[in-house]
C-alpha cells in the first residue's frame, strides 16, 4: 500500500509561470516531509524539506506547503525556469523510521 | 568531497548469479539506503539501517541481502539474480532530521 502519493506523473508548464507539484500520504505519523528534484542518470538531489510542525518553508523559488489535516503537501516553484525540468519526488518520514518516495512527477517547463 | 559513492557503476549478470554492490558515504551519517528505481514505480525503499550493525526492510526486500557493518559502508547483495532484479539502484545517507544524500546510482541488467 503506497503511503505516499504523487497522483500527476507529468506537469508542463510555461517559463515564468508557477510550477504546482502535489503529494498526497496516508501515514499520520509522518513529521518530516522533502523534495527532491531528478536528473535523467543523476542521482536525486534535495531541494526543500519541512517538518510537521510547520505549515510553510521557502527557499528562494521553492516553497513547500504542509496541510496536515489534509495530508497533503504542494511545491510551488515561482518563477518556473528550463532548468528546473526535471522529475519531482515527494517523500516522507516518521521518527527514525524508513524514508518514503512517491512515484515522481516529470514537471517540463517551456521555453 | 565525495559524499555518497556507489560502486560498481554498471553491471550486467546473468540469471543465477551473485553480486555485491557497494555503498560509501564519508558524512558519518547514522541513517543509510538502498533503493530501486524503475519505470513508472519511483523510488522504493529495499532495505534500510539506522546504525552501524543494524539493517531492517524496506518496502521491497525480497531478493536482497543487506549489511552494515562499518558505519561508512552499506553493502546491497544478490544471491540469486533475476531478471525482476533489472534496475537502477540508489545509495542514500543522512540523519534523522535532514536529508539524505544519494549516490549516482548503478545500473544493473540481469539476462
Known amino acids: 500500500d503506497q503511503q505516499v502519493k504523487q497522483n500527476s506523473p507529468s506537469l508542463s508548464v510555461q517559463e515564468g509561470r508557477i510550477s504546482i507539484l502535489n503529494c498526497d500520504y496516508t501515514n499520520s505519523m509522518f513529521d518530516y516531509f522533502l523534495w527532491y528534484k531528478k536528473y535523467p542518470a543523476e542521482g536525486p538531489t534535495f531541494l526543500i524539506s519541512?517538518?510537521?510542525?510547520?505549515d510553510k518553508n521557502e527557499d528562494g523559488r521553492f516553497t513547500v506547503f504542509l496541510n496536515k489535516s489534509a495530508k497533503h503537501l504542494s511545491l510551488h516553484i515561482v518563477p518556473s525556469q528550463p532548468g528546473d525540468s526535471a522529475v519531482y519526488f515527494c517523500?516522507?518520514?516518521?521518527?527514525?523510521?524508513?524514508?518514503?518516495f512517491g512515484k515522481g512527477t516529470k514537471l517540463t517547463v517551456n521555453p | 568531497n565525495a559524499g555518497v559513492t556507489q560502486t560498481p557503476k554498471f553491471r550486467v549478470l546473468k540469471t543465477g548469479q551473485s553480486m555485491t554492490l557497494l555503498c560509501a558515504q564519508d558524512?558519518?551519517?547514522?541513517?543509510m539506503y538502498w533503493y530501486r528505481q524503475d519505470p513508472g514505480m519511483g523510488l522504493r525503499l529495499i532495505h534500510y539501517?539506522?546504525?552501524?550493525?543494524?539493517?531492517a526492510k524496506g518496502e521491497v526486500p525480497d531478493g536482497y541481502n543487506v549489511s552494515r557493518l562499518k558505519k561508512q559502508n552499506f553493502l546491497l547483495g544478490l544471491e540469486s539474480a533475476a531478471p525482476s532484479q533489472t534496475s537502477v539502484y540508489f545509495c542514500?545517507?543522512?540523519?534523522?532530521?535532514?536529508?539524505?544524500?544519494f549516490g549516482q546510482g548503478t545500473r544493473l541488467t540481469v539476462v
Open positions: 519541512i517538518s510537521s510542525i510547520k
Open positions: 542514500a545517507s543522512g540523519e534523522q532530521y535532514t536529508e539524505a544524500f
Open positions: 517523500a516522507a518520514r516518521s521518527g527514525s523510521e524508513k524514508l518514503v
Open positions: 539501517s539506522v546504525g552501524e550493525g543494524t539493517t
Open positions: 558524512m558519518n551519517h547514522e541513517y
